[in-house]
């Protein structure tokens, strides 16, 4: 968590590569987020999957992402609100 309402994922990533994660139970109707390390053109990107295929991009983008490149690894900070109030989005909940 960066703070009570919104969190943090930092993730480092080997470049050329991809790493993301999924907010649901199944590949159906799943919130997710892919990092994509690809140099200087490093991006995060907000989807939404309908089934065991290919997600689509989220139209509403949640997540406010630096990255830093090494040459070898992309670091990211994604920061997203908890509650982002887009029906796309899992609302992550504060358990502390």
């Keep these: 968590m960066k703070d009570a309402n919104n969190v ?3 993730v480092t ?3 050329n590569h991809y790493f993301s994660v999924g ?3 199944t590949m159906t109707n799943c919130d997710m987020i892919v990092w994509q390390a690809n140099g200087f053109q490093s991006k995060a ?3 939404w ?3 065991r ?3 689509d991009t989220d139209t509403q983008q949640d997540y406010n992402t630096t990255f830093t490149y ?3 690894h992309v670091t990211f900070i994604s920061d997203r609100k908890m509650n982002t109030g887009d029906s796309l989005d899992f ?3 504060n358990v502390s």
């Design 70 to 72: 090494n040459g070898t």
């Design 8 to 10: 943090r994922m930092n």
């Design 23 to 25: 907010f649901g139970k």
């Design 91 to 93: 609302v992550i909940k």
């Design 53 to 55: 295929f290919t997600p």
């Design 45 to 47: 990107v907000d989807l």
């Design 13 to 15: 990533v080997p470049n």
């Design 49 to 51: 999957s309908k089934g």
